[in-house]
C-alpha cells in the first residue's frame, strides 16, 4: 500500500484542512482565483458532487483553468451543519420533482444532495467496487448492458480514489479481491450482530468498506463514532469531496461558484459545439463561456439540464438525438428488515456502514432471477427508525412503544441490483420550477426479475437477525442510489457517452457522474462514480 506522504503528492487535500479544531480553511476558499464570465476558460463543470469534484482536481493540477459551478451552497460543516437529523433537511435536493410510473421512487432525503460535495456530504459512506462481472451482465446473463470498457480499465481508478479518502476494511474476498489502505473500524452493537448471524448461517461477512478515516489521516481526525455521517459528518472523518479533492482543486487554481444554478448548456448552432453554461446566481442570468462543458449534476438533473438544453439544432434537447436522454435509469431496491434483540443494541453508537457482505451479489444459477443482492448494516438515527415503523402501518400508541424500545432494535438493508429498463426514465413535467424551467418527471416501473431478487434479500436478511436471536423482525421496502440516464455505450444508438465519458452528440461535452453508468451491480455507486470521472480527466490530458 502506498504512504500518506505518496498520496500526498497527488491530492493534498487532507493536509489543506486546518488542524486547530475547525473545519474549513477559510483562507483558501477566500484567496481562491476567480473568473470572469467572459474569460473562455478550459473547462466549466456543473455540479461539484462525486463525479464534478474529482473532474476539477484532476484537471486543475493539470494546469487547466477550471470553474465548477454548484446550485447549493459552499458548506463550512462548522456552521452549516448539525449532528441532529431534523436539522439536517438543508443538505437535500427538494426542488420540485414529479414522479410516476408502476413503482414510483419517492424523491428529497433519499436520493441526491445540494451544494458543494454533493450527495456525498449526506451519504453512508459505504465505498465498494463494483464486480468485474457488472461489466459485462448481457454478454454473461442477457440482462442489463455490457460497458464499453472494463473492469481492468477502472481497477487502477478505483485504487487511487480508495487512497485519496481513504477506504478501511477488511481484506475483500468477493469481485476482483484486494485490501483497503486502512485497517478495518471496530464494530459496534449492529455490526456485531450481522456478523454473529451470518456467521451462523454460514454466510460471509465482512467489516467494511468504508471511507471513514481509521486514525489521523493529514489533518482529519479520526471518527469518533457519533453515528451522524448521514447528516454530513462534522467532525471530517467521512470522506466527501468537500475535504477529499476541492481543497486541492482550490490550491491549483480551480474556482468552485457556489449558489450558480445552470438552466442551459448553450451550443453554437453553427458548429454544434458548447460554447459555456447560461446560470442564475444573485438573481440575474450568467453567461460562462468555456473551451468544454462537463456535466455532473446527478441522474435527475443531468438528464433534466440535457432536455432543458434543447435549441434549433438539438431539437428534442441535447445529446438526445436517438431519444437515449434520461432512459435506462436505475435505482437499487433495498429491502430493511429490524430484528428486536432482549439485549441493548444502541445502533446509534457507530457509523451505520460498518459490516457487509456480497455473498449474493453474483447470479446464482439456482435461482429464479439474475444478478444479486448485497446486505450491510444502515443503523437507523431515531427519525428514520420511526419512519421504518411506520412503514409497517404502525402509527400512535404501537409507534410510540416501537420509538422508545429503539435502542432494542437492529437494523440491516440490502442493495438489489434492479435491473437498466428504457422506460424507467427522466422527462420533463409541465410544472416549473422557480426559474421558470420545467422540472424532471420520473418514471419507475419494477420487473419480475426485480421482485423476485428483492423477496430472497428481504428472506435473507430475516434469517440472518432471526440467526442472531431476534424474537421479532419487521422489514420494509425501499429504494436507493439512482445511477444511469445518459449511459456510456459503444456506439451513440445505445448510449449518451462513450467509455470516456464524452457525448457522442456535441465533441466538447463530457457527462462524468453517475448519470453514465450502464448497470449498477448491487454495489453503493460513489466511488465508481469517482473512478469514472478520475478516468475521463486522465483521457482529456492525454493519459489514456
Ligand atoms: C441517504 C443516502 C446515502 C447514500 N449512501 C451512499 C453510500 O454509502 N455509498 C455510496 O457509494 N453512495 C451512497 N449514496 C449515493 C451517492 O452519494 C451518490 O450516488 C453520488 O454522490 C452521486 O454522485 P454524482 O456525481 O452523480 O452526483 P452528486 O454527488 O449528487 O453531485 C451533483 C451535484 O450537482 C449539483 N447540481 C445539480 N444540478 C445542478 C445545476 N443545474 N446547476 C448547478 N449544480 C447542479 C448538486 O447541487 C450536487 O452538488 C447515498 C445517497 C443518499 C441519498
Ligand atoms: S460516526 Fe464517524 S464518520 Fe460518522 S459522523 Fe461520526 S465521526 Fe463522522
Known amino acids: ?42 473547462l466549466v463543470i456543473v455540479g461539484c458532487g462525486a463525479g464534478g469534484s474529482v473532474l476539477a482536481q484532476r484537471l486543475a493540477r493539470q494546469g487547466w483553468r477550471v470553474a465548477a459551478l454548484d446550485a447549493g451552497p459552499f458548506w463550512d460543516p462548522d456552521a452549516d451543519w448539525v449532528s441532529d437529523e431534523a436539522g439536517s433537511h438543508h443538505l437535500y435536493w427538494t426542488e420540485p420533482r414529479v414522479i410516476a410510473g408502476d413503482d414510483p421512487v419517492p424523491m428529497g432525503s433519499n436520493n441526491s444532495g445540494r451544494g458543494v460535495g454533493g450527495s456525498m456530504v449526506h451519504y453512508a459512506g459505504y465505498t465498494p467496487r463494483f464486480h468485474p462481472s457488472d461489466f459485462s451482465t448481457y454478454t454473461d446473463d442477457g440482462v442489463g448492458a455490457d460497458w464499453p470498457l472494463g473492469y481492468e480499465d477502472l481497477k487502477p481508478y478505483y485504487q487511487a480514489i480508495e487512497q485519496e479518502l481513504p477506504v478501511a476494511g477488511e481484506h475483500w474476498p468477493w469481485g ?68 477529499t479533492h476541492i481543497p486541492d482543486a482550490l490550491s491549483h487554481g480551480a474556482e468552485i461558484r457556489a449558489n450558480a444554478m445552470v438552466t442551459e448548456v448553450v451550443i453554437d448552432q453553427r458548429t454544434g459545439r458548447a460554447l459555456g453554461v447560461k446560470y442564475r446566481r444573485d438573481g440575474r442570468e450568467h453567461f460562462q463561456r468555456a473551451r468544454m462543458v462537463a456535466v455532473a449534476g446527478y441522474s435527475i438533473e443531468t438528464p433534466r439540464l440535457l432536455l432543458n438544453s434543447a435549441s434549433r439544432r438539438f431539437p428534442d434537447g441535447l445529446c438526445n438525438e436517438f431519444d437515449l436522454v434520461g432512459r435506462y435509469l436505475m435505482v437499487q431496491g433495498a429491502p430493511q428488515t429490524a430484528g428486536r434483540f432482549d439485549a441493548e443494541v444502541r445502533m446509534y453508537k457507530a457509523p451505520p456502514p460498518e459490516v457487509s457482505s456480497e455473498a449474493f451479489y453474483e447470479t446464482d444459477p439456482a435461482r429464479d432471477y439474475k444478478r444479486g443482492f448485497a446486505i450491510q448494516t444502515v443503523s437507523p438515527l431515531p427519525i428514520t427508525w420511526a419512519e421504518h415503523v411506520a412503514a409497517q402501518g404502525h402509527w400512535g400508541r404501537t409507534l410510540r412503544e416501537y420509538m422508545s424500545d429503539y435502542v432494542h432494535w437492529s437494523t440491516l438493508g440490502s442493495l438489489c441490483e434492479f435491473l437498466a429498463q428504457p422506460e424507467n426514465r427522466v422527462t420533463l413535467a409541465d410544472e416549473k420550477d422557480a426559474h421558470g424551467l420545467p422540472v424532471a418527471q420520473f418514471a419507475y416501473s419494477q420487473c419480475d426479475n426485480d421482485r423476485a431478487q428483492m423477496k430472497q434479500a428481504r428472506t435473507v436478511m430475516e434469517d440472518i437477525l432471526h440467526a442472531a436471536g431476534a424474537d421479532e423482525v419487521i422489514t420494509i421496502n425501499r429504494y436507493a442510489h439512482l445511477v444511469g440516464g445518459a449511459r456510456m455505450a459503444a456506439g451513440p444508438r445505445q448510449g449518451v457517452v462513450d467509455r470516456n465519458c464524452r457525448s457522442f452528440a456535441v465533441p466538447n461535452l463530457y457527462i462524468t457522474d453517475g448519470s453514465v453508468l450502464p448497470t449498477q451491480g448491487s454495489a453503493n455507486p460513489a466511488l465508481t462514480i469517482m473512478a469514472v470521472a478520475a478516468r475521463a480527466a486522465d483521457h482529456l490530458t492525454g493519459r489514456v
Open 176 to 243: 476482483d479481491p484486494h485490501g483497503y489502505p486502512q485497517r478495518p473500524h471496530p464494530v459496534g452493537g449492529n455490526g456485531e450482530i450481522f456478523l454473529r448471524g451470518a456467521d451462523k448461517l454460514g454466510i460471509t461477512a465482512k467489516v467494511g468498506p468504508v471511507a471513514i478515516v481509521n486514525g489521523r489521516f493529514g489533518n482529519r481526525p479520526h471518527c469518533i463514532y457519533r453515528g451522524f455521517c448521514l447528516q454530513g459528518c462534522k467532525v471530517n472523518a467521512k470522506a466527501s469531496p468537500l475535504i
Open 1 to 42: 500500500m502506498p504512504s500518506a506522504t505518496s498520496v500526498r503528492a497527488r491530492n493534498e487535500s487532507a493536509w489543506l484542512l486546518p488542524n486547530d479544531g475547525t473545519r474549513t480553511n477559510h483562507r483558501l476558499r477566500q484567496d481562491m482565483r476567480r473568473f470572469d464570465d467572459t474569460d473562455e476558460i478550459d
